[in-house]
């Protein structure tokens, strides 16, 4: 069965700091990948997308993500966090067709 | 940008009573999916639907659980008789290319 794997369950990082979010994805045919923010009680914004072509996505607020087909990866990361950043972050992956599964987040802290 | 919306934003009922969640999916979307979320845990899928009909559901989606979509722009979610254990936040979502979600219901019961 497809799963998202996200190893980091909490992170802190000091602001102005730089940050990288982990997710791998079991093996499988082209993923459709995702990354989503979701702040404390509310929905799941999504931050960016890859469905094919460069690898290299850039998404909302400054963040980037790679995906790496040898390492079923697509960590998501941002050069300089700012406070506004402190929130839940989730790995998904989807299909043309398929529902889309989520990593089991990862809950991001910043130290001023 | 287009919206998917969820009503109502937030919901108490008693134990054993039935809750409609609905949703209003982006129009020209054509797939639709029901998650749920418990308090600090992952987001958990329940329920696809394709072509009016349900496509996929997961472990979850027993028979407590039906979706509708009634007039060809809601789309609902129902629990028949709720339990304390759906006490959750449920996400509506649809998708063309990518998954736009709703702000989702806190369902509470009590």
């Known amino acids: 069965a497809q799963s998202v794997t996200q190893p980091d369950i909490h992170i802190t990082v000091s602001e102005g700091a730089s940050l990288e979010l982990r997710c791998n994805y079991s093996?499988?045919?082209?993923?459709?990948l995702f990354w989503y923010v979701q702040s404390p009680g509310q929905g799941l914004q999504l931050l960016l997308k890859?469905?094919?072509?460069?690898?290299l996505v850039q998404g909302i607020k400054g963040f980037e993500a790679e995906f790496k087909r040898s390492q079923s990866s697509f960590n998501l990361r941002k050069p300089s966090v700012h406070w506004s950043d402190a929130a839940e972050y989730f790995c998904?992956?989807?299909?043309?067709?398929?529902?889309?599964?989520f990593g089991t987040g990862t809950l991001l802290a910043v130290q001023p | 940008e287009p919206e998917v919306t969820q009503t109502p934003s937030h919901q108490v009922t008693q134990m054993g009573q039935e809750v409609i969640l609905r949703c209003v999916p982006i129009?020209?979307?054509?797939?639709f999916y029901w998650y749920r979320q418990i308090l600090g845990q992952k987001v958990e899928f329940l329920v696809s639907?394709?072509?009016?009909?349900?496509?996929?559901k997961s472990e979850i989606f027993d028979d407590q659980f039906s979706v509708e979509r009634p007039d060809g722009s809601n789309f609902t979610l129902k629990i028949r008789s709720t339990k304390l254990e759906d006490s959750a936040m449920y996400f509506c979502?649809?998708?063309?290319?990518?998954?736009?979600f709703g702000s989702g219901t806190r369902l509470t019961v009590v």
């Open positions: 129009s020209n979307h054509l797939y």
């Open positions: 890859y469905f094919s072509g460069d690898t």
């Open positions: 998904g992956r989807g299909g043309a067709t398929n529902k889309l599964i």
């Open positions: 979502a649809s998708k063309l290319m990518g998954y736009t």
């Open positions: 093996y499988g045919a082209t993923p459709y």
């Open positions: 639907f394709y072509n009016n009909e349900i496509s996929e």
